[in-house]
């Protein structure tokens, strides 16, 4: 599983204690070794790097990810999972108890606007759009939005369109009932993520697609090419559309999420983040160390296994040929090797 699916497994086993609640409303403390710890989310503010992760630690960079300093003020020891920013100085995190902080100094600084402990559930990740509106996701299909980048937030129902029956063999596209996780309150929305040509999509368990064209104002559940859970979805150019979760399943889509078409991974281990290499390339990094990159626009992925074998939960491409990667082992660089030009002596 995922590194964020199986701290949610942790949290969602057990009633949070009052010390623990109390724990996740004080401020994260100074860590020496903060960008070595565990962190899961990274985003850009501007030239910045921004990363997030265990006990409300967030670190930032000014230097492509070769160094890292750590965000004093920041008012919670929640874990926190995802984080987007609206532009160079204005972002949002997001994490375990329903925290969500929003910074106006390109993650310097941190302020907690919303807080619910007894929700008893994380927020999973967070996306930032235009004009101040933003969405935030998590377990049981919890769908928050803000429409003053995030200063106040709303819940909504997430009750997406069920996907068009397809003929027998095709991919399966059914709408279970809402308490069909168990919790009775739908599934876990794993990510939320953007494309170029306008779409929102969200990966969720149980082999769930989602997509909107509207900003989020509605959602469509898409024809899905298998039942496993899904922890990413990574937009390419055009309607060119990726999905990956568990056990190494990749898909590639060609029409926005319409049909997909399974891809050869070389791997067994979780997939759990991904970002665009270039302008026709893919990167997507998981659990034991794995690495997969791609390009040709992810009709195909090389396997680059990191000798360490620590688990990655997210990548960002700097350029076509350096990767700043965050995970079990905290934030680093990875240097790619050039593609091999067409004609080249071996």
């Given amino acids: 599983m995922s590194l964020r699916a199986l701290l949610l497994l942790a949290v969602l086993g ?33 030239e910045r790097l921004v990363a997030v992760g265990d006990r409300g630690v967030i670190v930032f960079s000014d ?20 984080v ?36 008893q559930g994380p927020l999973l990740d967070v996306w930032c759009g235009s004009d101040g509106h933003a969405i935030a996701v998590g377990a049981y299909s919890t769908y ?3 429409e003053d980048a995030g200063a106040s937030w ?24 809402a308490d069909a996780d168990g919790g009775g309150g739908g599934f876990h929305l794993n990510r939320i993520v953007a494309s ?9 368990e149980a082999g769930h697609l989602y997509r909107s064209a509207d900003g989020g104002a509605q959602w469509r559940e898409l024809p899905s090419p298998y039942e496993g859970s899904f922890f990413g979805v990574l937009p390419l150019d055009g309607e060119v559309v990726l999905a990956y979760g568990l056990r190494g399943n990749l898909y ?39 690495l997969l990159v791609s390009r040709d626009t992810g009709h195909s992925f090389t396997l680059v296994q990191q000798a360490d074998y620590r688990g990655l939960a997210a ?11 965050v995970g079990e082992g905290g934030a680093r660089r990875i240097e790619l090797g050039a593609p091999a030009q067409p004609g080249a002596s071996p």
């Fill in 315 to 325: 990548v960002l491409a700097l350029g076509t040929h350096t990767l700043v990667v």
């Fill in 154 to 177: 709303q819940e909504r129902p997430f009750h997406p369109a069920a996907a068009p029956v397809r003929s027998a063999g095709a991919a399966r596209s059914a709408t279970p009932p």
């Fill in 84 to 119: 987007c920013f609206f532009d160079a100085q204005h972002g949002i995190a997001v994490g375990h108890d329903l925290v969500v902080l929003t910074s106006a100094d390109a993650g310097r600084s941190w302020r907690r606007v919303h807080f619910d402990p007894a929700a």
């Fill in 252 to 290: 590639r889509s060609a029409d926005g999420g319409d049909s997909w078409q399974k891809l050869a991974t070389g791997t067994l281990a979780m997939l759990d983040g991904g970002a665009p290499l270039g302008s026709e390339g893919a990167a997507l990094v998981g659990l034991s160390g794995v």
């Fill in 63 to 82: 230097d492509r990810g070769t160094s890292w300093t750590q965000s004093l003020a920041v008012p919670t020891q929640a874990l926190l999972t995802g």
């Fill in 14 to 46: 057990s009633a949070p204690a009052a010390a623990q609640v109390a724990e996740a409303a004080r401020a994260a403390e100074p860590a020496r070794l903060a960008a070595q710890g565990l962190l899961l989310a990274l985003a850009r503010a501007g």
């Fill in 144 to 146: 928050l939005t803000s």
């Fill in 196 to 204: 170029g040509a306008g779409h929102l999509y969200i990966a969720a």
